[in-house]
């Protein structure tokens, strides 16, 4: 089968760096990616990783590795309304759905 | 242009009552997936249609949830009866083609409470 491990947890201070990893076991992947989700919100997509390396986007960043099944995003400058739950997922090859980890929430702090 | 419009979005109901949650997809969009996401257990994939054909229901949970697609401006998901467990918030979501990530939009989900 296939699956997303995340931290459930990671707390910042503002105006710092955090970086949220992501390790995976799936037999096969179009790419790898990251939404956000704020309290109450829909899940809105972020970044996207279908080759290995980094994807920067503005504040954040995306970064994949496949020999290591490994993928993190790199949020940068934290502001307080980046407070919010952040999902990795990957879109199967073996059929046309995206699995979403756990998610993980980001707590930051002044 | 109008994103995925999700009905009721919010829903409290008594345990044994048929529910149903409605979902209209971005217009032109082929795929269309109903997700079910509570903290136990995350954002699950229940359903997913391409072009108004049921693909895979392996994520529906058991027979009590059923969902359908007339048509491709509008989807069911009904669950019948309903219990305090079934308690989520339901999202429906959709895409333009084979969705690999980047292409796919979700609705402002419906938040369900079975008593």
């Known amino acids: 089968g296939q699956s997303l491990e995340q931290p459930s947890e990671v707390t910042a201070v503002e105006g710092a760096i955090v970086q949220i990893n992501c390790t995976y076991q799936?037999?096969?992947?179009?790419?790898l990616s990251w939404y956000q989700q704020h309290d109450g919100g829909a899940p809105t997509f972020l970044s996207y990783?279908?080759?290995?390396g980094l994807e920067e986007t503005g504040r954040f960043s995306s970064f994949l590795s496949r020999s290591d099944s490994y993928g993190y995003l790199l949020l940068q400058e934290l502001q307080m309304k980046d407070s919010a739950s952040y999902f990795c997922?990957?879109?199967?090859?073996?059929?046309?759905?995206?699995?979403f980890g756990s998610g993980t929430r980001l707590s930051i702090r002044p | 242009d109008a994103g995925v419009i999700q009905s009721p979005r919010h829903e409290v109901t008594e345990m044994g009552q048929e529910v149903t949650l409605r979902c209209k997809p971005i217009?032109?969009?082929?795929?269309l997936f109903w997700y079910r996401q509570t903290m136990m257990r995350g954002l699950e994939l229940l359903i997913y249609?391409?072009?108004?054909?049921?693909?895979?229901d392996s994520g529906m949970p058991e027979d009590r949830f059923s969902a359908k697609m007339p048509n491709a401006s509008f989807s069911t998901l009904k669950i019948q009866p309903s219990e305090p467990r079934d308690s989520a918030v339901y999202f429906c979501?959709?895409?333009?083609?084979?969705?690999?990530?980047?292409?796919?939009?979700f609705g402002e989900g419906s938040w369900l409470t079975v008593v």
């Open positions: 979501a959709s895409s333009l083609g084979k969705p690999s990530g980047n292409t796919i939009y």
């Open positions: 799936t037999s096969g992947f179009y790419g």
């Open positions: 990783n279908a080759l290995d």
């Open positions: 997922a990957v879109s199967l090859i073996s059929a046309s759905k995206i699995i």
């Open positions: 217009s032109g969009h082929d795929y």
């Open positions: 249609f391409n072009n108004n054909v049921p693909i895979d």
